[in-house]
């Protein structure tokens, strides 16, 4: 089965090299030529010169972009080249309404589509651990499996279509809402002037414990910033969540609240920072302008 | 080193019991005098009709009450019995403040103080394992180590008097952000149509991943809010860290809405149940009615 892979930023690019690795990768496109080109002089891969070229020859194309439009884009420009039976699948983070606009666009030249959003982030893409989730039908998502299983320890199929992009967004909003209580406990503590290694040790240990405390929590505090996950692409899942949200009649407070948080940051300057920047919002007064 | 223990609650009857165990108790009080006699009998130790009787036979005194005002009385009641160079452990969840006054009583009698308040709740208690944190002096934490250690896993020493209660409150505000998170996060993924034991297990994998989601996410979204933490008692914890914040000059506005939407469940009858409950107020309407 001919895999081709469209998108090759810091995540398409770890995917690219851990199908290739696994001898499944047989082309790339990138928007930007130059980096298509020197993936596949490394991973010993023709580059295409246009998305259709690439889909025409292909079994299945793998896409990771970053937005709604990207995505599209590429389902349009593809779309007729590719094979009946073939297979398409997006990485991507976009909206579930995307991913069944792109699966009526595929179904029309008798293409399966599946929405296959990872978390994991870059290191995740690197390693070949991503955790994916899926929307689209079971038969689909078998045949694609032996590509998938080279980017991830763990596929789960939630779905039909759009399934996977719900998924994702359950697990951005949830990120949005541990942002927010780390960081006000937090800046709480530093205000409190507490030792803030110990109390992250101590309350690491139960019934607040998370992820995000254990990897962020210090550094936070020390002012590093480094991503980790970008602010503004978190900011991006968001506003995709809000409109689902909205879409299904719920509403998301807290991740309201982060967007907010996160405009007034990105507005600062501080978009490419790790999401975690969110404390510069919280953290106490005096800290904040070096006095004390 | 006579050890006498007050206040035999859920908490402090399991603590009572690891602490006889060890061969290490020597009395108790108890404001309801049936519990004490029962426990007396069980552990094979006296049960005293007054604090104070109490207070005058020990080198060192564990108190375990529910309010700051509970603990207030029961400082008052023993001041004046306790020998100098004796020392009271305080295990309740209070205020710092509340803390701090009761080292000032004590000390006026030359006796110690140590704020020390767990988490771990009744199941940490009985299985003495749970995690402490103190505030007062190291040479005084020495001291009181063996007797401290028979009911926990861990005991970090957070600075002076009040800081065991102020790295108590960094804990509760942390719970309370992340009930908001996860019951917003569960209840836009029930308004998804998602199977909801797939999305736990995945998202837990992840960033997103926390102690809340992994043993509250799948009961709360079936409706089970058996205790647990009782949220009556998260919300008075929680109205003790607004005052300290207060008084620390740093807002705390996740904590805030945890704390009036707990008052929303307490007057529907609801005090009582775990603090998972708030997905009653988050979980989509259709299924909230039953209708679907």
Known sequence: MKTGFI???????????????AGLLSGLYN?????AHSLAGELNVPAYERPALLAADMDIVLICVSADDDLLGVINAIAK???????????????????????????E???????????????????????????????????????????????????ETGAGQATKAVNQILCAGINEAVTEALAFAEAQGLPMEKVIEVVSGGAAGNWFLDRRGLTMTRGVFAPGFKLALHHKDLKICQEMARQAGISIPLADVT???YQKLMAQGYGDEDISALYRLKKPAAKASGEN
């Open 7 to 21: 998108g090759l930023g810091g995540m398409g690019t770890g995917m690219a090299r851990n199908i290739a690795q």
């Open 31 to 35: 928007r930007t030529a130059a980096k």
């Open 81 to 107: 080249a590719l094979k009946p039976g073939s297979i398409v699948v997006d990485m991507s983070t976009v909206s579930r309404f995307t991913a069944k606009t792109a699966a009526a666009l595929l179904a």
């Open 109 to 159: 030249h008798r293409v399966d589509f599946l929405d296959a959003p990872v978390s994991g982030g870059v290191e995740g893409a690197r390693n070949g651990t991503l955790a994916m989730m899926v929307g689209g039908s079971a038969e689909t998502l078998e045949k694609a499996r032996p590509v998938l299983e080279t980017m991830c320890s763990r596929i789960a199929h939630m779905g």
């Open 259 to 261: 967007v907010a948080d």
